[in-house]
């Protein structure tokens, strides 16, 4: 498997900064890293697919340029939620895939950051 | 978006018992997962079943898969309080186009008294 870490694992700023949030895998070239959003009590919903080297893939709803997301080495992804408000507050919790392009492989999570924004 | 439901929402047992929930789906799929979260934390997987599959084990974890019915079940026996949680199933689309995306189900809170 992979270990991931993610960082920080709690934020709270005021309305209308940008926060940044960082997701490592540890032990595993990562090529592609997943982030998602969950609201309390909630399931996951995938946000965006990050490859590294390239471009994210951004699910349908999601504002690319709310959510900037950086992949620029196999061990680190960024999501970077701009101009926040109030309703970006969520827990965003991030993913390695260890299977590449095979699919029979789970994804590896980090332990999510709680948002909130004032 | 979800893929699909898991049932019950939410389970009370007690410990020793046997505790079963089952989720549902609407696409073909390439696996079928099972994770779990404490409460604040990220997911930790479970057990992983693949289209082929019909029933997998592991430990106290027993997985069926009925893709005829589009269905999955996850039975954890003689529960313990340590196994209070979310559990969500998550599938891999035949579609996702080769980068293991997964799409969660809404999950069964568990809660397993003393």
Redesign the interface.
């Known amino acids: 498997g992979a270990v991931v870490s993610q960082h920080p694992s709690w934020v709270i700023c005021k309305s209308g900064t940008s926060v940044k949030i960082e997701c490592r895998s540890l032990d595993f070239q990562a090529t592609t890293m997943f982030w998602y959003r969950q609201f309390p009590k909630q399931s996951l919903m995938l946000m965006a697919t990050s490859n590294e080297g390239s471009k994210a893939t951004y699910e349908q709803g999601v504002e690319k340029d709310k959510f900037l997301i950086n992949h620029a080495s196999l061990t680190l992804s960024t999501l970077t939620v701009t101009s926040a408000h109030p309703e970006d507050s969520s827990f965003y919790i991030c993913s390695v895939s260890t299977g590449g392009w095979t699919s029979n492989q789970p994804q590896h999570f980090g332990d999510g950051t709680r948002l909130s924004i004032l | ?2 893929q699909g439901e898991e049932d019950p929402q939410a389970l009370s047992i007690q410990e020793g018992e046997n505790a079963t929930m089952n989720c549902s789906y609407k696409t073909s799929i ?2 079928l ?1 099972w ?1 779990r979260q404490n409460s ?6 479970l057990i ?1 079943i ?1 289209s082929n599959e019909r029933e997998k084990h592991s430990g106290r974890l027993r997985v069926t898969l009925d893709t005829s019915k589009k269905s999955s079940s996850l039975l954890i026996t003689a529960s313990r309080a340590a196994d209070t949680a979310s559990y ?1 199933c998550a599938t ?1 689309p035949s579609f ?1 186009g ?10 069964t ?1 568990l809660a397993v008294h003393p």
């Not at chain 2, 604040?40 to 997987?45: D, E, I, M, S, Y």
């Open positions: 978006s979800q390439n696996n997962q994770y604040g934390r990220g997911l930790v997987h992983l693949r969500f891999a996702s080769g980068y293991n995306k997964l799409i969660f189900g809404a999950g809170r």
